[in-house]
């Protein structure tokens, strides 16, 4: 299984990205998917999550401004950025949970400038 994790990069904050993560290797559509972030000096933090059964939560830091979304056609998971602060600011992966299995992508850098 791999994950490819891209959308990354420079927005001044109010400002929005989107971020992709195309999974192969398998179907996403019955496994959960997380997008998380570290920033650097702290330990990464989970941002959002969406479980196979359709249900999502999210980081009180970023509820409200961010939304994860899944297209099982394109086997593609999505975390769109609304309302970007500077302490948004981090690497940002994502991640696959297919039973006792764990899969991650590469980060992508976003840098939230004030």
């Known amino acids: 299984v791999q994950l490819q994790a891209f959308g990354g990069g420079l927005v001044q904050a109010g400002g929005s990205l989107r971020l992709s993560c195309v999974v192969r290797?398998?179907?996403?559509?019955?496994?959960?998917l997380g997008w998380y972030r570290q920033a650097p000096g702290k330990e990464r933090e989970l941002v959002a999550h969406?479980?196979?059964?359709?249900?999502?939560n999210y980081a009180d830091s970023v509820k409200g401004r961010f939304t994860i979304s899944r297209d099982n056609a394109k086997n593609t998971v999505y975390l769109q950025m609304n309302s970007l602060k500077p302490e948004d600011t981090a690497v940002y992966s994502c991640?696959?949970?297919?039973?006792?299995?764990?899969?991650w992508g590469q980060g992508t850098l976003v840098t939230v400038s004030s």
């Open positions: 969406s479980s196979s059964g359709g249900s999502t």
């Open positions: 290797g398998s179907i996403i559509s019955s496994n959960a």
């Open positions: 991640r696959l949970s297919k039973g006792y299995y764990t899969y």
